[in-house]
């Protein structure tokens, strides 16, 4: 196990009816900005239930966040939260929701120059307004993490900064009964891949940290299937929900190597192409997995032991299996995992290859040897 | 899942040569008090290391917290920090110097009466003195948890407040390397019971919740023994301390129905025998599964299936094999797994029993149902 610093600061609010405990945990003298994306929340109640919650505070609101949040909508939060003088924001939504809130947070403080830098240029954030969240969707991590993801036109970058670690987070599975089945199979398929990003690199024998990845990955597949087959169950939601949360929490993620490549390439599939995120991440996953056998082999046969119940056989056998079943645990979700299926061919390859050194990503995985070339390898596997 | 709430904000410097981490981390205008128990910190270097890092810190120090810390000596403690206007402490060592400085913490800011009610009465702790830690040897979770027992005569109780949960908490794998074979092993035993206890329950569809403790144990059952057999290993010794912490930092324990009749009946043999408490842990734990298992019938079977990969045949002989793996594995670490074992017979439960009904423990187990006449039942099973 490698050295590490832990802290997660956030407070959970775990269960159905929760939503009412944000009434308690803002501070009564706070200007509130309360921020959410298309409107879904005014159909399935939980708008109501925010509103009750904070009938003893003083908030406006700012709508209209989109899925992989635009750089443009959110400088106008940024605008209405100097306007108006905001002390502290609420996300009610999604992953895309609370990291665009995010990113509102940070910029209304940020004193570096242009907002954009925080993205393009890791400008420092050295305060943000004081935010927590409300999640509707469970497969980012977002609402317990210090990460954001903000796209501008075909570019999609990420930040890192503890002064957006979510104060609180009102996580009721019940409001995630009325997600669509597409959103619910996203959500499982981040979830899952998250794990595999921190879990799937090289052994470091960092004991609780892969149990607990197998745990969650165990979890993902037993209840995934189980949340579209029978969508009205609350303790399938309620599992997914605390697997989505644990997944990227930083918890599974201290001391040992990382990886993120299917993350990094899956982002510009996304910003080239309008792919939800979820599904580049399971047409990238299997590749990587393919392309980079040999530098994952002990973690992949770890993988199909533990995961999958492989034990006997030959072991490259044993990770085509793995891999298969992964594949096919993707497709039972109905996500593609191949680009194909996506009606991408070599030539986008070559358009999210010249992207990828665009963004200076030039060097990913754990051991920072996945070259441009070796991501046009990933991509043509993933063909 | 059953609803909760979660929130642990110790912030975790975990690996070799962390302890230098308090110097930037303990306020620069603070008054220290260092708390210590015996002074093996100062043959295995941690004092030297400690001294180093507050170089630049006022500070003063308190030794002799003794196992199973006595009230008695922590109000002495409790006088200094008034007499001397100490504003932090930093406890450095195992459970018993961090639990004993909890109670240090709060009874040094108590306004209720006698610092004993918050023990005795459950009086109400409303701040205490900030503290931090440096672990010495892995076992309690008190580092990263809100919880303390605190001994008086033969009498041992514990408390809960958010306002003692360390700030920080220093976990370096090295500094275990000079602990005896018993401190290793009763750390090793007693992290194990704190994930029974909140395991062994009754099912409420808590996967996370029920995959992380099946890890924890996996971890402690492979590492444990290994410890003993390889004394240098400091890989091993990484992985029980980081299972140590997660085994009780309230992560496994939310969304479930919890028991603690082990810790209960154990803290009484440890009150009136001084048998070590892990001790005490490894000979009642055995007799709860056996006696509860009825009410315990579908968790044991989950166990036996996950932990000791026991899928065939009667169910019942499962769990007999189960409980008797337990038992061997207990044996292995060379803790005692009878009363006999510790020169203790029927007069000895007579006076366990007693002792529970005058510390008011007469309803204990996760339905409540263990009555006297169910702990004397235990206690004869564990003769």
Redesign the interface.
Known sequence: ??????????????????IA?IANNIPQDAKVLVTYGGGSIKQNGVYDQVCAALANHSWTEFAGIEPNPQYDTLMKAVEQVKAQGITYILAVGGGSVVDGTKFIAAAAHYEGGDPWDILAARGKVKSAVPMSCVLTLPATGSESNIGAVISRGTTKLDFLSPHVRPLFAVLDPKVTLTLSERQVANGVVDAFVHVMEQYLTYPV????QD??S???L??LI??GPKALATPGDL?VR??IM??AT?ALNGLIG??VPQDWTTHMIGHELTGHYGIDHARTLSIVLPAVMKVQREQKRAKLLQYAARVWDLHEGDEDAMIDLAIAKTEAFFSQMGVPVRLSEVDLDQAAAEVIVDSLVAHGMTTLGEQRDITPEVSRQILQTAL
């Not at 024998?205 to 609780?208: C, Q, R």
């Open positions: 196990m490698l050295h590490f610093n832990f802290h997660n600061s956030t407070k959970i609010f775990f269960g159905e009816g929760q405990a024998n960092a004991k609780v149990r607990f197998e745990g969650l165990l979890n037993e209840e303790e309620a599992n605390w697997s644990m201290v001391g």
